[in-house]
């Protein structure tokens, strides 16, 4: 089944077809949705079951795939090739990322500014091709969202996030705070630190009183618990609430995006700083993408986070991670540097 999914792949691409490819967290098959041409849509269809791939600076920047086929493939597990372990990334735009954290901390001790995340990208060289890549992401990350996009007018994609922004199905709601980040150690009990437990609560108080305020009830969180993410983990919490209508997901899933995970506190605050000093677009990153499932009346979006966008011969990753007054910059630059590794893996194969 591996073949026959590359080999659809890269028939749809060769026909200039629009589609989005997810293989959800545990499972071992992997859904291909795609249109029968490349038309661009920046609405949803009002019959046809869809997908959303939208940008982090706001909702205007939607782009969606109607399912017009579906195809399911069942993917069967692979041992893990081994991967080289200097992807050459020490000290890379190490300068700019720590003065950029340091600003922000001075920024968060100054001013009403509680949290903001900031990022930056990379560019690799590529020889692999896109479908290779995409199997490569599904055999590393079996428990992340593995997704491939691809559009001929705005650009393909590739991520394997570990976050959930919102799941909904008969009116239950489920969502999950999500931050800290460690790298994961066999055998190793993390402790985890002040800085992280406490950006995890923020993520965790944001997400509540957003449910709370957009009219959700029964709203109820988990403990925070170790959640592992590839070579890396989290601190995680799982969060529950009741809807009533599709009207109000969409209402809710605003009030959702940016989270704190991706932006900060306070929200219009830290999208300033963002804005003002990241110097650079975020396209994709750290917006999210959905599939909306109108049969079984599903609805289902995740955080872009651990991804590339992919071009001839480049892989473009992105990745950041979230400040606090308390934070440390040289910290937080080799944060970037473990999670730039956990894509770069994907394109540097032996």
Known sequence: MREKLLTYLQSLQENNLTFFALSKSGEDEVVVMHQKDDSIHFKPSDILSYVVFNKYQNTNNQIFINNEVIKKFTIEPSASPQQKTDFNLVNTYKNEHVELVETAISTLKNTDLEKVVVSRKQDFSISENFETIYLNALDHYPSANVYFFHHPKVGTWIGATPETLLQVQENKLKTMSLAGT????????????????????????????????????????????????????????????????????????????????????????????????????????????GIVDRDLDIQDYYVNLRCMKLSKNTATIYVGGGITASSNAEDEYQETVEKLKTMARLIHQI
């Open 182 to 289: 460690a790298v994961y150690r066999e055998g190793e009990i993390h402790q985890w630190g002040n800085k992280e437990q406490e950006e995890q609560q923020i993520v965790t108080d944001y997400i509540m009183n957003q449910l709370q305020t957009s009219g959700c009830t029964e709203i109820h969180a988990t403990a925070p618990k170790t959640a592992k993410a590839g070579s890396l983990i989290h601190l995680k919490s799982s969060i529950t609430a009741q809807v009533s209508s599709d009207k109000h997901v969409s209402e809710v899933l605003n009030k959702l995006h940016p989270t704190p995970a991706v932006c900060g506190l306070p929200t219009q605050l830290a999208q300033q700083f963002i804005e003002n000093h990241e110097n650079y677009d975020r396209e994709f990153y750290t917006g999210y993408f």
